[in-house]
Protein backbone atom coordinates (compact mmCIF):
# COMPACT_ATOMS: atom_id res chain seq x y z
CA UNK A 1 0.00 0.00 0.00
CA UNK A 2 1.58 3.65 -1.23
CA UNK A 3 1.42 6.32 1.54
CA UNK A 4 2.65 9.72 1.94
CA UNK A 5 3.06 11.27 5.21
CA UNK A 6 4.11 15.19 5.11
CA UNK A 7 5.39 17.24 7.78
CA UNK A 8 6.89 20.51 8.26
CA UNK A 9 4.00 22.85 7.92
CA UNK A 10 3.33 25.61 9.77
CA UNK A 11 2.99 29.60 10.58
CA UNK A 12 6.10 31.45 9.51
CA UNK A 13 6.47 35.51 8.82
CA UNK A 14 7.30 36.84 5.61
CA UNK A 15 11.21 36.31 4.71
CA UNK A 16 11.21 33.21 6.69
CA UNK A 17 11.84 29.87 6.19
CA UNK A 18 10.30 26.28 6.43
CA UNK A 19 11.61 22.79 5.39
CA UNK A 20 8.66 20.56 4.64
CA UNK A 21 9.85 16.41 4.50
CA UNK A 22 7.90 13.71 2.93
CA UNK A 23 8.32 10.31 3.37
CA UNK A 24 7.17 7.45 0.94
CA UNK A 25 6.12 3.83 1.58
CA UNK A 26 5.74 2.67 -1.26
CA UNK A 27 5.33 -1.19 -0.88
CA UNK A 28 6.67 -2.96 -4.13
CA UNK A 29 6.58 0.16 -6.54
CA UNK A 30 10.07 1.83 -7.85
CA UNK A 31 9.90 5.68 -7.75
CA UNK A 32 10.55 7.60 -10.74
CA UNK A 33 10.19 11.35 -9.41
CA UNK A 34 9.24 13.07 -6.51
CA UNK A 35 8.00 16.23 -5.59
CA UNK A 36 5.35 19.26 -4.16
CA UNK A 37 2.46 20.78 -5.28
CA UNK A 38 0.80 23.38 -3.34
CA UNK A 39 -3.16 24.49 -3.68
CA UNK A 40 -3.99 28.01 -2.49
CA UNK A 41 -7.49 29.13 -2.22
CA UNK A 42 -9.01 30.61 -5.27
CA UNK A 43 -6.02 29.29 -7.28
CA UNK A 44 -4.93 26.57 -9.41
CA UNK A 45 -3.31 23.50 -8.30
CA UNK A 46 0.53 24.58 -8.83
CA UNK A 47 3.26 21.87 -9.52
CA UNK A 48 5.93 24.04 -7.02
CA UNK A 49 9.19 21.20 -7.68
CA UNK A 50 9.86 17.70 -9.30
CA UNK A 51 13.14 16.06 -8.78
CA UNK A 52 14.12 12.36 -10.12
CA UNK A 53 15.91 9.48 -9.24
CA UNK A 54 18.94 10.35 -10.82
CA UNK A 55 18.66 14.46 -8.68
CA UNK A 56 17.07 16.52 -11.95
CA UNK A 57 15.37 18.97 -10.47
CA UNK A 58 12.37 21.11 -11.72
CA UNK A 59 10.98 24.44 -9.95
CA UNK A 60 7.62 26.63 -11.00
CA UNK A 61 9.07 30.10 -11.96
CA UNK A 62 7.52 31.43 -9.03
CA UNK A 63 9.84 29.81 -6.41
CA UNK A 64 13.16 29.80 -8.26
CA UNK A 65 15.90 31.25 -6.29
CA UNK A 66 14.18 30.86 -2.71
CA UNK A 67 12.59 26.73 -2.80
CA UNK A 68 15.21 23.65 -3.02
CA UNK A 69 14.19 20.27 -3.31
CA UNK A 70 16.30 17.54 -2.28
CA UNK A 71 15.65 13.90 -1.89
CA UNK A 72 17.22 10.91 0.13
CA UNK A 73 16.49 7.83 -2.07
CA UNK A 74 17.98 5.85 0.71
CA UNK A 75 14.83 6.48 2.76
CA UNK A 76 12.16 7.33 0.03
CA UNK A 77 11.94 10.93 1.64
CA UNK A 78 11.28 14.49 -0.25
CA UNK A 79 12.41 17.49 1.25
CA UNK A 80 11.32 21.01 0.34
CA UNK A 81 13.20 23.42 1.75
CA UNK A 82 11.82 27.03 1.33
CA UNK A 83 13.33 30.20 1.86
CA UNK A 84 12.45 34.08 1.58
CA UNK A 85 8.60 33.13 2.21
CA UNK A 86 5.92 35.61 0.42
CA UNK A 87 2.40 35.97 1.56
CA UNK A 88 1.61 34.01 -1.59
CA UNK A 89 3.33 31.26 -0.63
CA UNK A 90 0.60 30.56 1.35
CA UNK A 91 -1.21 27.31 0.45
CA UNK A 92 -1.45 23.65 0.96
CA UNK A 93 1.33 21.64 0.29
CA UNK A 94 0.85 18.33 -1.45
CA UNK A 95 3.96 15.52 -1.00
CA UNK A 96 3.81 14.13 -4.85
CA UNK A 97 4.91 10.78 -6.00
CA UNK A 98 5.58 9.01 -9.98
CA UNK A 99 5.70 5.38 -9.29
CA UNK A 100 6.30 2.61 -11.91
CA UNK A 101 5.67 -0.97 -11.88
CA UNK A 102 5.50 -3.60 -14.36
CA UNK A 103 6.04 -1.22 -16.95
CA UNK A 104 3.17 1.05 -15.83
CA UNK A 105 3.29 4.38 -14.18
CA UNK A 106 1.33 5.72 -11.35
CA UNK A 107 1.28 9.30 -9.22
CA UNK A 108 0.18 9.59 -5.51
CA UNK A 109 0.15 12.25 -2.98
CA UNK A 110 0.13 13.29 0.49
CA UNK A 111 -2.31 14.48 2.90
CA UNK A 112 -1.34 17.70 2.66
CA UNK A 113 0.71 20.18 5.54
CA UNK A 114 -0.58 23.91 5.74
CA UNK A 115 1.66 26.72 5.11
CA UNK A 116 1.09 30.07 6.58
CA UNK A 117 3.09 33.36 5.28
CA UNK A 118 1.78 35.91 7.77
CA UNK A 119 2.69 38.57 9.90
Known amino acids: QVQLVESGGGLVQPGGSLRLSCTISRGLFSINAMGWYRHAPGKERELVAT???????KYADSVKGRFTISGDNAKDMVFLQMNSLKYEDTAVYYC?????????????WGQGTQVTVSS
Open 51 to 57: ITRDDTT
Open 96 to 108: YTRLTRNLRGYQY
